[in-house]
């Protein structure tokens, strides 16, 4: 194998990390899926992964990870968009389907049972 087969093969390893880092801190409830970090950490995985898959001409899995960092980003800019518009300090937020977040329903109970003697 080349050096540069293996600095490709090593920006994959990275790429994978990456990605199941960000799964984990989804996974585990560290951050919100709409997060900019978890969306950065999509962005940074994908292109890694697509800089390898690429290379080993891996078109499927360079294609998913190529739609992957559209979705990353698409979120992203929306995710901005949002706070600009002064959607993102509010106390009270909605997921796309009108149901209160985990966070504010975890802020409400708090309030709630400091409320109760």
């Known amino acids: 194998m080349t050096t540069m087969g293996i600095a490709i093969d090593i920006l994959g390893w990275l790429g994978a990390l990456v990605l199941v880092a960000a799964y984990s801190l989804i996974s585990y409830g560290s951050v919100d899926g709409r997060s900019p970090i978890y969306q950065t950490l999509n ?8 800089v390898n898959t690429a290379w080993h001409r891996a078109w499927p899995s ?3 990870n190529l739609v992957w960092v559209g979705i990353a980003i698409g979120a992203l800019s929306r995710g901005l968009a949002v706070s600009s518009a002064g959607g993102g300090s509010s106390a009270r937020r909605l ?8 966070r504010d329903c975890e802020q409400d109970f708090n309030k709630d049972t400091r409320a109760t003697p």
């Open 62 to 64: 360079s294609v998913v």
């Open 95 to 102: 997921s796309s389907r009108g149901q209160q977040t985990t």
């Open 43 to 50: 962005v940074i995985g994908s292109i890694l992964l697509i």
